[in-house]
């Protein structure tokens, strides 16, 4: 196979249209939480100073919006989250969010501290725009099932898509790309030394958090925290194996960004959900179907009763 | 579950993996060939942001989050002398900022292992010239930033304090 039909062949698999309608909804949801309730503060940003503002180079060609402007694109944003949530006019709502979500989040970061909670969540967005991500599960695919049974065509039930796996290896590679390219600072900056370095118990200081607290005094502790933490990040290729490796994988990184979080207060769920690219979203929405409706339709027993 | 373990089908074709794909129409391979080639353009410069480890290109950017060998524990404190003659500390909030980023700003006037950048004292005016819009009743006549280090790391004694300040020409 030439390098060109390989390239295509990793990224444009078709899949099923279903397994990114899923991921879709998971993905929207969480944005949509994060713009409604979690991130509203980042409108008060558009009242503080200049002298603050060091734009991210997105932003550099950019003027600043004045605070009325900034809260219409927050009431855009929920409104076409919501849209992109339940499918309707899914595509247009996508690619009127994935462009206001990446200035949103690029404003916060613009005064001086970048994070990369959101990367994830940004990639997907775009992706999700390009791809057929209203093929199912959304208001569009319902509309669109209605006309094919009006003009007596018969609709593809597991419809596949290249497009819809070119999204989904997009967030496999940016997913795993964040955990080797943290591997890939540390080993350049400081050398397998990083793990008895103090660069984490540093850390666990200024976030001052009681679990990080409790901590920080035992070297032991750290040293094995840092070891683990980078023996995670540079195995994640490991994603890209299928089976049990992938799945301990993925329970392990689980459980690492649930300790980031108590101990460091660093929220990195967004990232946790894009996980979720790496498995058949359809199969599960099956089962969880299949489940629900066996609940719904078991009749209830009568129960014995004894008398006494 | 995987995406290499389904059967590779085209959308729209039968159920059988064996059935003869339709013909793909221009456009469409257009759009392939497009959303290739900006593939390769993201992941160029993924790569390149990551290996710089540039992170003001977010969100194309490089991850050197906690990267550096030794963190040096230290402690800051800002607070600003008012016209009437009150100590106020200064936080975060009085800017609207975040802890990291009014810390961030502050280490551009002194390292966190304490080496000191340029005009501290004109950094630190520019800031109580802030401080002093939000309190207009009462500004701000001098601004103090002291930085202190913790060497041995937390809990061990700390160095001898830097002191920066600012004072109302």
């Known amino acids: 196979m030439n390098p060109i039909r390989r390239w295509q062949a990793f990224w444009f698999p078709a899949v099923p249209v279903r397994r990114l309608a899923a991921f879709r909804v998971v993905m929207a949801s969480y944005a949509l939480v994060d713009i409604w309730l979690v991130s509203g503060f980042i409108s008060r940003y558009s009242r503080v100073d200049d002298l603050f503002y060091r734009p991210v180079v997105l932003l550099r060609p950019l003027p600043r919006l004045g605070p009325e402007l900034t809260t219409i694109v927050h009431v855009v944003l929920v409104v076409t989250l919501a849209l992109a949530l339940v499918g309707l006019f899914t595509r247009a709502a996508l690619w009127i969010a994935a462009p206001l979500y990446l200035w949103w989040w690029a404003t916060f970061y613009s005064f001086g501290a970048v994070h990369h909670g959101r990367i994830t969540v940004v990639a997907a967005l775009f992706v999700l725009a390009v791809a057929p991500a209203r093929g199912a599960y959304s208001l569009d695919s319902l509309r669109a099932a209605r006309r094919e049974r009006r003009r007596g065509a018969v609709s593809v039930i597991d419809a596949r898509d290249e497009l819809a796996g070119w999204a989904l290896r997009v967030m496999m590679v940016v997913v795993a790309a964040a955990y080797m390219l943290a591997a890939y600072s540390k080993l350049t900056r400081s050398g397998v030394g990083w793990i008895t370095g103090d660069a984490l118990a540093g850390a666990m200081v200024r976030k001052g958090t009681p679990a990080g607290l409790l901590l920080v005094s035992h070297d032991w502790a750290i040293h094995t925290m840092a070891a683990l933490t980078l023996l995670l990040e540079a195995t994640a290729w490991a994603m890209f194996l299928r089976g049990r490796i992938r799945d301990s994988y993925v329970a392990c990184a689980v459980l690492f960004h649930a300790g980031t979080l108590v101990v460091l207060n660093i929220n990195f769920l967004g990232l946790i959900l894009a996980y979720l690219a790496f498995y058949d979203l359809e199969v599960g929405v099956d089962r969880l179907g299949a489940w629900f409706g066996r609940r719904l339709t078991t009749q209830p027993q009568p129960r014995d009763v004894r008398l006494p | ?169």
């Open chain 2, 1 to 169: 579950m995987s995406l290499q373990r389904s059967p590779v089908l085209r959308p729209g074709s039968s159920a059988s993996p064996t059935a003869r794909r339709p013909p793909t129409s221009r456009w469409r391979s257009s759009v392939i060939f497009a959303v290739s080639l900006a593939t390769v353009v993201w992941l160029v410069a993924q790569l390149a942001a990551g290996l710089l480890m540039v992170v003001s290109t977010w969100p194309v950017a490089g991850f050197p989050m906690f990267s550096e060998t030794r963190s040096t524990v230290f402690e800051r404190r800002l607070a600003v002398r008012t016209r009437s003659g009150n100590e106020v500390a200064v936080r975060p909030a009085d800017f609207g900022l975040d802890e990291l980023q009014l810390l961030n700003y502050q280490r551009a006037i002194v390292h966190d292992a304490g080496m000191v950048r340029h005009e501290p004292a004109e950094r630190l005016g520019m800031l109580a010239a802030v401080w002093s819009q939000a309190h207009p009743e009462d500004p701000a006549v001098s601004m103090t930033m002291t930085h202190v280090e913790y060497r041995e790391g937390p809990g061990s004694r700390p160095s001898s304090p830097k002191v920066f300040r600012w004072t109302a020409p």
